[in-house]
C-alpha cells in the first residue's frame, strides 16, 4: 500500500504480487479505505433521522434550520420506502446503478419527481454518513428525478357543481371541502381549524395540521 495508508486485511483475490498491487491501486483510486465492509443499510440507518442522532445534532449545532416535524417525515420516508427496498443492502454494495433502478422503481410506482427527490435526498446524507465514518468508499453519483409539475388550476362553476351533487358518506368531508371552494384554504388550515376560529363573516386562521404517515 502507498505510504501513510493502513492495511484493513482486506484479502484482494489476487493470485499474484503484481496483479494484487495493481488491485491495490484501483481500489485506492476509488476512493477511502474502508474499514469494515458488512454493515447493511438498515443497520447503519437505524433512527439515523431522530431529533437527538448525530445527524440532527449536528444541523443544530452548525446553525442549519432543522425542525422534529422535518425529522419525522424523514424518518418516515425511511422506514416506508428506503429500508424496503435497500436496507439488506451492505453499504458498499449500493452503487450508483443500484440508487438508478431504486430511482426508477418509485417512478413504476407513480410517485411524483418532488417525492422522489425527497427520498433520494435522505439516502444521500445516509451515504455520506457512511462516507464520513469510513464505511463506503465514496458517496455514488446520484441522479435526480425530473420534477415537471402540472400548471395547477382552478375547477369551473360547473366542475364544483358536480362534486358536491354527489351524496356524500362523511358530512365532515363535504363541509371540509365546501370551506376550501369557498375560502381558497389549503388542507392544512383546513385541518386546524377549530370552533373557536369561526367569526362573524369570516374564519381565524392561527394555525395549521397536517397528517404524517406512520409506520
Given at each position: 500500500?502507498?505510504?501513510?495508508?493502513?492495511?484493513?486485511?482486506?484479502?484482494?483475490?489476487?493470485?499474484?504480487?503484481?496483479?494484487?498491487?495493481?488491485?491495490?491501486?484501483?481500489?485506492?483510486?476509488?476512493?477511502?479505505?474502508?474499514i469494515?465492509?458488512?454493515?447493511?443499510?438498515?443497520?447503519?440507518?437505524?433512527?439515523?433521522?431522530?431529533?437527538?442522532?448525530?445527524?440532527?445534532?449536528?444541523?443544530?449545532?452548525?446553525?442549519?434550520?432543522i425542525?422534529?416535524?422535518?425529522?419525522?417525515?424523514?424518518?418516515?420516508?425511511?422506514?416506508?420506502?428506503?429500508?424496503?427496498?435497500?436496507?439488506?443492502?451492505?453499504?458498499?454494495?449500493?452503487?450508483?446503478?443500484?440508487?438508478?433502478?431504486?430511482?426508477?422503481?418509485?417512478?413504476?410506482?407513480?410517485?411524483?419527481?418532488?417525492?422522489?427527490?425527497?427520498?433520494?435526498?435522505?439516502?444521500r446524507?445516509?451515504?455520506?454518513?457512511?462516507?464520513?465514518?469510513?464505511?463506503?468508499?465514496?458517496?455514488?453519483?446520484?441522479?435526480?428525478?425530473?420534477?415537471n409539475?402540472?400548471?395547477?388550476?382552478?375547477?369551473?362553476?360547473?366542475e364544483?357543481?358536480?362534486?358536491?351533487?354527489?351524496?356524500?358518506?362523511?358530512?365532515?368531508?363535504?363541509?371540509?371541502?365546501?370551506?376550501?371552494?369557498?375560502?381558497?384554504?389549503?388542507?392544512?388550515?383546513?385541518?386546524?381549524?377549530?370552533r373557536?376560529n369561526?367569526?362573524?363573516g369570516?374564519?381565524?386562521?392561527?394555525?395549521?395540521?397536517?397528517?404524517?404517515t406512520?409506520?
Amino acid at each position: 500500500l502507498p505510504d501513510g495508508s493502513r492495511s484493513t486485511g482486506k484479502n484482494t483475490g489476487q493470485t499474484s504480487r503484481g496483479a494484487a498491487e495493481r488491485w491495490a491501486w484501483e481500489y485506492l483510486n476509488k476512493g477511502q479505505i474502508v474499514i469494515n465492509e458488512n454493515i447493511t443499510l438498515s443497520d447503519f440507518s437505524l433512527n439515523f433521522f431522530d431529533w437527538g442522532n448525530d445527524w440532527a445534532v449536528d444541523l443544530k449545532a452548525t446553525g442549519k434550520r432543522i425542525s422534529k416535524r422535518q425529522c419525522k417525515e424523514k424518518t418516515s420516508i425511511l422506514n416506508n420506502r428506503i429500508i424496503p427496498a435497500l436496507g439488506t443492502y451492505k453499504l458498499t454494495h449500493i452503487t450508483k446503478a443500484v440508487i438508478k433502478t431504486f430511482r426508477n422503481d418509485l417512478y413504476r410506482q407513480g410517485l411524483k419527481g418532488s417525492s422522489i427527490n425527497k427520498t433520494l435526498s435522505c439516502l444521500r446524507a445516509i451515504l455520506e454518513s457512511a462516507e464520513e465514518k469510513q464505511l463506503i468508499q465514496a458517496v455514488p453519483k446520484i441522479e435526480r428525478a425530473a420534477e415537471n409539475s402540472k400548471k395547477r388550476g382552478i375547477l369551473t362553476p360547473e366542475e364544483v357543481k358536480k362534486i358536491f351533487s354527489f351524496e356524500w358518506s362523511d358530512f365532515t368531508e363535504y363541509v371540509a371541502n365546501l370551506t376550501a371552494a369557498s375560502t381558497g384554504l389549503r388542507q392544512s388550515e383546513i385541518l386546524g381549524l377549530q370552533r373557536k376560529n369561526i367569526k362573524a363573516g369570516y374564519l381565524e386562521i392561527l394555525k395549521s395540521w397536517e397528517l404524517v404517515t406512520r409506520e
